[in-house]
């Protein structure tokens, strides 16, 4: 019986990387191409901001929502909506011509994201053991960096894709044709889940309702969760900025330098997970934030992009070895039945943080100096780092439960 139910969990977990995957391939070429487009069709600079800032402000504040419907309503439902509404975003995008248009559709991709991404969290906390969260946090994380690298590849190939007609070349691929395929492969991920993906919410006769224990652990790993957030949102508008003035390479050259920071993101984290599984969530947290630390104070001086490429690589290392093992410290703290309202107020921190962050960030750079914002950056993970070193009280773990993964 136990074997059964452990081999679902693993068949559970399997079908919902794969969904994630294959969610996740035009992530990235969606973040690059949208200003590009957006500018073509004649949207001003503040209105391709809004572009993004539709999308960050409908995650903030419907987290805490979705979180408690998947106490209350279950995992499946959500996570299978997230998934629709991505599909039609997707769609959508492809014959998209009008800036209002755009915005109508980031704010749906806005509230798909909060379905599908709060609905994960939670699966994975329901069918994975405390022994095996973190490489389970992990493997999702590994699906979606996987996803985006795939659908990259797939969608460069298509746009640089001619063909020769009575002499003459023609692009293959468009805008409207790359977006097609995108919501064809979000469909399939749709399919897929409805299929094979089943309901996780644990049966038991706790109330879906009961209150999270807001002990003082939770409270600061929800603090440090937003501190730690915002911190590293500062450093994303005006890193590129930084390295071109910095290095004299354009847009181009740095996205090659970057590519290691994705392999990381695709190879690492599981196994990351593991260590968090086996030595503790608090030491691969302390880790994780003690060395990114020292890799901000070091960005400033980089004279080289070979340089940058592996420094960067090393601190999203760092952030990969953290990640996993926050996400399954959240599952820890919580019980079965408020993993959703508990993934719901950590990710809504996250976010909060994300829209903080980007701003403190611009004026510390403008107003005193390009360097600033990476020291700022590494003062506070090293400050949150003795923090959770002197404060983290880590529950003792528990044997797996029948039917979990361990």
Same mark, same amino acid.
Request: net charge positive.
């Given at each position: 019986?136990?074997?059964?139910?452990?081999?679902?969990?693993?068949?559970?977990?399997?079908?919902?990387?794969?969904?994630?995957?294959?969610?996740?391939?035009?992530?990235?070429?969606?973040?690059?191409?949208?200003?590009?487009?957006?500018?073509?069709?004649?949207?001003?600079?503040?209105?391709?901001?809004?572009?993004?800032?539709?999308?960050?402000?409908?995650?903030?504040?419907?987290?805490?929502?979705?979180?408690?419907?998947?106490?209350?309503?279950?995992?499946?439902?959500?996570?299978?909506?997230?998934?629709?509404?991505?599909?039609?975003?997707?769609?959508?995008?492809?014959?998209?011509?009008?800036?209002?248009?755009?915005?109508?559709?980031?704010?749906?991709?806005?509230?798909?994201?909060?379905?599908?991404?709060?609905?994960?969290?939670?699966?994975?906390?329901?069918?994975?053991?405390?022994?095996?969260?973190?490489?389970?946090?992990?493997?999702?994380?590994?699906?979606?960096?996987?996803?985006?690298?795939?659908?990259?590849?797939?969608?460069?190939?298509?746009?640089?894709?001619?063909?020769?007609?009575?002499?003459?070349?023609?692009?293959?691929?468009?805008?409207?044709?790359?977006?097609?395929?995108?919501?064809?492969?979000?469909?399939?991920?749709?399919?897929?889940?409805?299929?094979?993906?089943?309901?996780?919410?644990?049966?038991?006769?706790?109330?879906?309702?009961?209150?999270?224990?807001?002990?003082?652990?939770?409270?600061?790993?929800?603090?440090?969760?937003?501190?730690? !957030?915002?911190?590293? @949102?500062?450093?994303?508008? #005006? +890193?590129?900025? =930084? %390295?071109?003035?910095?290095?004299?390479?354009?847009?181009?050259?740095?996205?090659?330098?970057?590519?290691?920071?994705?392999?990381?993101?695709?190879?690492?984290?599981?196994?990351?997970?593991?260590?968090?599984?086996?030595?503790?969530?608090?030491?691969?947290?302390?880790?994780?934030?003690?060395?990114?630390?020292?890799?901000?104070?070091?960005?400033?001086?980089?004279?080289?992009?070979?340089?940058?490429?592996?420094?960067?690589?090393?601190?999203?290392?760092?952030?990969?070895?953290?990640?996993?093992?926050?996400?399954?410290?959240?599952?820890?703290?919580?019980?079965?039945?408020?993993?959703?309202?508990?993934?719901?107020?950590?990710?809504?921190?996250?976010?909060?943080?994300?829209?903080?962050?980007?701003?403190?960030?611009?004026?510390?750079?403008?107003?005193?100096?390009?360097?600033?914002?990476?020291?700022?950056? !590494?003062?506070?993970? @090293?400050?949150?780092?003795? #923090? +959770?070193?002197? =404060? %983290?009280?880590?529950?003792?773990?528990?044997?797996?439960?029948?039917?979990?993964?361990?």
């Amino acid at each position: 019986m136990g074997r059964t139910m452990q081999a679902t969990s693993v068949r559970t977990l399997g079908t919902l990387r794969r969904a994630i995957f294959l969610i996740s391939m035009p992530f990235f070429v969606l973040d690059l191409l949208l200003p590009v487009y957006g500018k073509q069709i004649g949207a001003s600079v503040v209105q391709i901001g809004l572009f993004f800032s539709a999308f960050s402000l409908m995650t903030v504040l419907l987290r805490p929502l979705v979180g408690w419907g998947l106490d209350r309503f279950g995992r499946r439902i959500f996570f299978i909506a997230g998934l629709g509404g991505y599909a039609i975003t997707m769609f959508s995008f492809a014959f998209i011509d009008q800036v209002w248009s755009i915005l109508l559709a980031r704010v749906f991709q806005g509230i798909s994201s909060s379905f599908m991404w709060l609905a994960a969290s939670a699966i994975t906390a329901d069918k994975a053991s405390e022994r095996g969260r973190g490489s389970a946090f992990g493997g999702i994380a590994e699906a979606s960096s996987r996803g985006s690298i795939a659908g990259t590849f797939l969608g460069f190939t298509l746009l640089n894709a001619r063909i020769s007609v009575n002499g003459q070349e023609t692009h293959l691929g468009t805008w409207t044709l790359l977006f097609v395929i995108y919501g064809a492969i979000n469909l399939s991920a749709l399919l897929l889940a409805l299929r094979r993906l089943p309901e996780t919410k644990p049966k038991s006769t706790q109330r879906e309702d009961e209150p999270i224990c807001w002990s003082r652990t939770w409270v600061l790993l929800l603090l440090v969760t937003l501190v730690t !957030g915002a911190s590293v @949102a500062m450093i994303s508008p #005006v +890193l590129i900025i =930084f %390295l071109q003035e910095r290095l004299g390479v354009g847009v181009e050259t740095l996205s090659w330098a970057f590519l290691p920071t994705g392999l990381v993101w695709a190879l690492l984290p599981s196994r990351l997970g593991k260590l968090a599984d086996r030595f503790g969530r608090k030491p691969m947290m302390l880790l994780g934030l003690g060395a990114a630390a020292v890799s901000s104070f070091v960005i400033p001086s980089l004279g080289s992009i070979i340089a940058l490429a592996l420094l960067w690589a090393f601190q999203e290392a760092c952030y990969a070895a953290g990640d996993p093992a926050e996400q399954a410290l959240v599952a820890d703290l919580t019980g079965s039945h408020q993993r959703g309202r508990a993934y719901g107020l950590y990710v809504m921190c996250n976010d909060l943080g994300a829209v903080i962050g980007p701003l403190g960030g611009t004026w510390l750079y403008q107003s005193f100096g390009r360097h600033v914002p990476f020291y700022a950056n !590494g003062v506070i993970l @090293a400050l949150c780092a003795l #923090v +959770l070193l002197r =404060f %983290l009280r880590v529950p003792v773990r528990k044997l797996p439960a029948h039917g979990q993964v361990s």
